[in-house]
């Protein structure tokens, strides 16, 4: 048996043969036509690249500057998605060292998504009562069923997002996705949603771990072996696909022009002969499996790059794959390779000779030493001068996921769901919205992962395009909109009042406005925005006052819906006018 | 009656239509417009609206000064009140005039171009800077709460799908411009605004607007910035077409005009001039100008007619003559109207600083070709004596004028889902009173015969329910001139006699009203 994709478009076709007033409800105003836009399709604007004129200072040295706010909402912007107060709020009361160790803690094992896919309303003709797996009930560990892998998959993309939104102040979820795009697979590619979780389980276990021991396990793992269609992969008909970029794409890389051959390519998928799917089992555990029978037990022969190392063929499946990754492993390349990623992952793109010699080069160095040990790694990248640099600040372009799910975490939205099929269709927008930004959690455009971190020279700024910079501020406007609505009760939406309400004084414009900017944007503004952010409370009046005795108003008032209003309507003009800033479309 | 698609483009088919159309006539300024277009204009846009909002509340009474009332006002507001030998005259309204930095505005009203509404305010007034303002742009009543805007409503009337699959071949321009940063409550639709604000989130060009672009500085981040900006830019979805036709009228046409930077009412004009002359087939515009809130120093101590008020009005009168000559000059002149309105007005009496506090109701100015000249409605009265909280009292609710903007100035039919009541419109606009003729005759069956009058016409109307019902005579200009009946009246068809007696010979109105519902139709008297 093996996971058709007739499964998947048996799924579409489903969803595309409702009605389209039920896609119309379903989906909102959000329907899957896109709008006609002229400029939809035009050619990037030329900007010459990075000027450089001012590089990152500093190594890896410890930081010893001031630890105060600046320096506390960067590592925020950079280790979670967005910068929630409570966050800020909590590292601010300890030292740069707590803090960084606080990220980098180990947390506990998320529970297994869950059906949320069958509404127990019989009029809903979108759900599917899954036949194996009640509402409410985990599926991960049902049978393959054809009919419901298309809702479990959403169902687990879901609970993927449902986990970066209310992520905690630590490093699990950003590096979570740092090794999705490292080790990038498709659940359109793989239409089957337990191999998925497993998948980003073993993600989330090692996001800290050991570097080497993951590349084994992800080599075997079953949602590899078919993505690379290792599970293929026999003596007689070898299958290049893993063994390639097992060398390209995951270890080695080829920022060496001098890097591994063809030959190497054929040689490494001889070693990976064999590793496949434990069909018998396929149901219960999906397990993968070594078959003997299947492995070429040749010799073979690596080039040079390698040393001309030869790995003895036997029937000892494992013994040879930790061959494999022990020669690989050997070359410092692979050390290297995976320094830059992280770099360009959480501090910036531009990687100068400085930045090499000073920060690159010592920590694949440390990461040698330390036996490929990730968190010595990010601890010793995330303490020191290099990273709180002030000219780091602010220069990394927010992916979609930072975008979508880092504004509903700094607006303390949790996704709403009064039912779970409430909590469905809610996902359902925010997959709507990753998908039309170019960046759906579990489907990079293939396995090099997105190219905003590969794609030289543009880097970062391949998120940035005419249409992609629309959609992210239409999906601003549609957080103020109330749109997004499972029913009347059930609403994703940004509260502004709630959101002025953390603030020191909110009755004070000049307060307010300066804290929601230094919350919500990397750097300064200057005074001139400042002032005109508050004369959008002010509606343009000149004394504070004005916008003082609105909030107290509404303070004394709470349920007059005209003081609500007063208040409700000039903070949301003003929050939207900072969100559709282009400042904050950086962190 | 199908709605007429007031903001849609014509086509070019449209220059031949009938002038009936629906069943009303059209205003007559679409027949020139209409000739107009088959000679040198390729513009085929419909009517567009400025509207010019006068921020913190103005003082009426030394905008519009109501010299029958000078003794009493003397005694009020002896301290700002301008000395009377200096305040402007209007021709044909000798007990009215305007404030003596008004030059502009006064030379349009002289010429024709300038209807003045009196006293326009909304019953129960709130007194609260934020709260009117929301009123003034939801369109809610005082006590109501309303989240969508008077023109979103509008603008999703004609626009039901609006932004999805915008711009298109159809509705290729925005739908409403603000100029500037904030974005009005006024275009707040059911879920998104209707229109842009140009300068918002620096997305348009620099040369317009360049205040609020700070260069970014020489780092990464910088680097960044720059790209976003551009890309964010260039990616607004109707960025191109502004640009177009920016670039298709490089240029302001008049000489009005001060120099940029020194009126920024002006300055913001000047952009929707070029717009306009460029070609942009959008509706609707709003630019704004703030310090109306004179608390204190409205004036200068011992010259009354200098200070910062009087700065404020030559700003606005400067900025507006400015912009119809502008208009003129690119030939538009035919199809754009512009009217300022403020939150509210301020206390008859002057403050211990030399200033007013929040008041009422304050007159409006409504310009352009488009209008009927002359003022509507009467000078307030000043009593002798009053505490220093009393103020004008409304004698036009706003929604009134927004209803005549509606109706007769973009055609608009569907007034009770935008004003959700029902206002009787006020003879702002030429043609105005033809329109309702057609229309009327259908919901009210008002008429009189014989019509022209000689010596007596019989009116006839119908009261769908025990209504209380008044009939007054207005003349051209819609000034009070008598009452013809007042009364209860039984469901049914009534008739009323009016005899002429002395009444000069004219062009006026008679207009009949149900339980406050209001219809207004001509009378010819010989």
Known sequence: MTVSTLNRRAFFQKLRSESPEKMEKRMGIFGEVKPVFPLGNQELPLVPPPTNTLTLNGGLEPYTGPWDYEQAAHLLRRTTFGVKKNDLDLLMGMTMDEAVNHILMDLPEPADPINNYSDDDPTNQDDYDDPAVPAGQTWVNANYDGDAEGYRIESYRGWWIDLMVNQEANIREKMTFFWHNHFATQTAAVFYGKVNHRHNKLLRTHTLGNFKEFTKEVTIDPMMLFYLNGYLNVKDAPDENYARELQELFTVGKDNPNHYTEDDVVAAARVLTGWSIDWNNFNTTIPSIFNAGAHDIGDKQFSSFYGNAVITGSFDGDAELNALLDMIFQKNEVAEYLVRKLYRWFVYYNIDAAAEQNVIQPLAQLFRSNGYEIKPVMETLLKSTHFFDAVNKGCFIKTPVDIVVGTLRSFNISIPSITLWDDFVMKSYLRYFHSVMQMLPGDPPNVAGWQAFRQVPQYYRMWINGDTARNRNFYIAAMFSGNLASSNDNILRIDPIAFASQFSDPSNPVTLVDEIVKLLLPQPISDLKKTLLKSILLSGLPSDSYWTIAWFDYINSPNDPMSVAVVNTRLTNMIAYVLLLPEYQLA | ?526
């Open chain 2, 1 to 526: 009656m199908k709605r007429r698609n007031f903001l849609r483009t014509a086509g070019a088919s449209a220059a031949f239509m009938p002038f009936i159309h629906n069943g009303f006539s059209v205003n007559p300024l679409s027949k020139n417009s209409l000739f107009g277009m088959l000679g040198a204009s390729a513009n085929l846009s419909g009517k567009v609206m400025v509207f010019i909002e006068l921020s913190g509340g103005n003082d009426g009474l030394n905008t519009l000064i109501p010299l029958d009332q000078y003794t009493y006002l003397s005694s009020h507001r002896g301290s700002i009140l301008i000395p009377e030998n200096k305040v402007l005259d209007l021709n044909g309204a000798p007990d009215t005039g305007l404030h003596p930095s008004m030059t502009g505005l006064q030379e349009m009203f002289n010429n024709g171009l300038m209807s003045i509404v009196q006293n326009v305010g909304y019953p129960q007034q709130d007194y609260s800077h934020f709260r009117s303002m929301d009123i003034w742009q939801t369109a809610s009543d005082s006590g109501q709460y309303v989240d969508t805007g008077w023109l979103g409503r509008a603008l999703q009337g004609e626009y039901p799908g609006f932004p999805e699959g915008f711009p298109n071949a159809d509705s290729p321009d925005p739908l409403a411009i603000q100029i500037g940063s904030i974005l009005p409550l006024a275009y707040m639709g059911t879920a998104f605004p209707m229109g842009m604000s140009l300068g918002n989130a620096d997305n348009f060009d620099d040369a317009f607007l360049s205040d609020f672009v700070e260069p970014a500085p020489a780092t990464p981040y910088g680097d960044e910035l720059e790209y976003i900006r551009l890309v964010q830019k260039q990616s607004q979805e109707y960025y191109e077409v502004i640009k177009t036709a920016a670039e298709s009228q490089p240029d302001n046409l008049s000489p009005l005009y001060p120099p940029q930077y020194e009126n920024y009412l002006a300055d913001q004009l000047r952009i929707v001039a070029r717009l306009i002359g460029g070609g942009l087939q959008t509706a609707i515009y709003t630019v704004s100008i703030g310090g109306f809130d004179t608390h204190s120093e409205q004036v200068e101590a011992g010259t009354p007619d200098q200070g910062n008020h009087a700065n404020l009005l030559r700003r606005v009168s400067e900025a507006i003559a400015a912009f119809q000559d502008d208009i003129r000059l690119m030939g538009k002149e035919d199809d754009v109207a512009g009217m300022t309105y403020s939150e509210f007005g301020r206390t008859i009496a002057a403050n211990g600083s030399i200033g007013t506090d929040h008041g009422a109701a304050a007159p409006l100015f409504v310009f352009g070709k488009g209008v009927n000249p002359g003022i509507i409605g009467e000078n307030a009265q000043i009593p002798s004596n009053l505490n220093n909280s009393a103020d004008v009292p409304m004698a036009h609710d706003f929604r009134q004028v927004y209803a005549s903007v509606l109706q007769d100035w973009f055609g608009l039919t569907n007034l009770n889902d935008i004003l959700f009541q029902d206002f009787d419109i006020l003879p702002i606009f030429k043609g105005a009173s033809a329109a309702r003729e057609e229309l009327n005759r259908d919901v009210f069956g008002v008429s009189n015969y014989p019509n022209p009058v000689r010596t007596s016409t019989t009116i006839t109307f119908t009261s769908f329910s025990n209504a209380y019902v008044t009939i007054n005579l207005m003349d051209a200009q819609g000034r009070f001139i008598l009452k013809i009946a007042e009364g209860n009246y039984p469901t049914g068809m009534h008739q009323v006699r009016f005899d002429r007696s002395n009444l000069p010979s004219g062009t006026y109105f008679y207009q009949v009203k149900l339980n406050g519902m209001g219809v207004m139709k001509k009378m010819l008297v010989f």
